[in-house]
Each structure stands twice: as C-alpha cells, then as structure tokens.
T-cell receptor
C-alpha cells in the first residue's frame, strides 16, 4: 500500500511562471490537505478537499493560488505567477473517510519549490 | 498569532535518558493534539495523539501528557535512542470528532540524541 505520493520532489520556477504540484493520496483515502512550510517555520494549513469539492480553503492566499481534487487523478495545487516568497516546502496529507477521533492524516514527502 | 508554541527550538539528550518536548497552546477550542516526527527532506510522520478527554496516552517508548488547565502538553520519550534524532512538531485541531484534520502546527523542536 503506497503512501501519499507527491511530485515533483523539487521544482524550480522563474518569477512569473506557473507551478503545479501534484498529490496522489493513499489508496482508499478521500480527503486531501495541503500544507506549506516556510523556512524555519511550522507547517501552515492551506486547503482541505474531498473529491470534486473544496471543503475549507481558509489558509489559501486570496490570489494566484488554487487547488483541485478531481474525480479521477491526483490533487493539484497550482500557483500562478510565482514570486520569491512562494519558495517553500509544500506538503500534502490524506486521510480516510471521517471516522471520528483517530483519523490521522498521513503526509507525503513534500515538494520543495524554489523561485529564482 | 502563534496558537501552538514550541518554545525550545532544540534539545540535546544522551542515549538512554528521557527526552521531554513541550508544547503550549492558546486556543481553548482545540480538542485533539498530535505529535509528528520529521526527518530532513521527508514529510512529517504521525507519532502519537491525545484527545482532550484524556490527560495521558502511552505508546511504547512515547507518552503524551495533556494539562488542559495550563494549555500545555508534553511528549516523553524514554529511553531515548539515536534514531529518535529529528524535528518534532506539536499540532492541534478543533472539532476533532468531525475527523477534519485542519491542523495547527508549532514551529518544531529539533531533538538530538547522542550515543
């Protein structure tokens, strides 16, 4: 049973380009979360999605950032017109259908975005 | 506004001794707390959790204590092993019985266990 798969592991983009980060949740998991870790900081929640639905995007910057989790295929975090401040590690996590207290989220290895 | 705080950025412990990692929170709505371990260039790995209806949870060498009145939790690792060297993140969520893992993370404590 493969874990949460993120690709690419490393992504370099020039200012103004678009960045697409992909996340395939664990088999059987229908909930996906995206977190961002800036240097020397903890992980910050960005968005929570279920298949074809955005449930909570309260942590997403208002502009340039979008996320989707289509019926088929991986979840995509898209950053348009990247700026140097977008450089960070982006982590995806997945969890199974809501079961109560012990629904831990499992994290992928992250995508390290560098904007030059 | 840092709702989850880990005030010690680093901790050094000798192998075999106890490691105690601390975490404080400010939001009284938090009702589920987790500890994650993270190695460089990897994602966080779930370690242990505790709900607000308990004050202690134990799993092998790892024990988490929760003091709700002080809004404080701690992770005890005993005995510590060199393989425990990593960054440890404390995280919290509210309304955990919905299963929605919108976690608020602390900034992490780097643990170094020396042989």
């Amino acid at each position: 049973n493969a874990g949460v798969m993120q690709n690419p592991r490393h992504l370099v983009r020039r200012r103004g380009q678009e960045a697409r980060l992909r996340c395939s949740p664990m088999k059987g998991h229908s909930h996906v979360y995206w977190y961002r870790q800036l240097p020397e900081e903890g992980l910050k929640f960005m968005v929570y999605l279920q298949k074809e639905n955005i449930i909570d995007e309260s942590g997403m910057p208002k502009e340039r950032f979008s996320a989707e989790f289509p019926k088929e295929g991986p979840s995509i975090l898209r950053i348009q017109q990247v700026v140097r401040g977008d450089s960070a590690a982006y982590f995806c996590a997945s969890s199974p259908q809501v079961q109560g207290w012990n629904t831990e989220a499992f994290f992928g290895q992250g995508t390290r975005l560098t904007v030059v | 506004d840092q709702q989850v705080k880990q005030n010690s950025p680093s901790l050094s412990v000798q192998e075999g001794r106890i490691s105690i990692l601390n975490c404080d929170y400010t939001n009284s709505m938090f009702d589920y707390f987790l500890w994650y371990k993270k190695y460089p260039a990897e994602g966080p790995t779930f370690l242990i959790s505790i709900s607000s209806i308990k004050d202690k949870n134990e799993d092998g060498r790892f024990t988490v204590f929760l003091n709700k009145s002080a809004k404080h939790l701690s992770l005890h690792i005993v005995p510590s092993q060199p393989g425990d060297s990593a960054v440890y993140f404390c995280a919290a969520s509210a309304n955990a019985n919905t299963g929605f893992q919108k976690l608020v993370f602390g900034t992490g404590t780097r643990l170094l266990v020396s042989p």
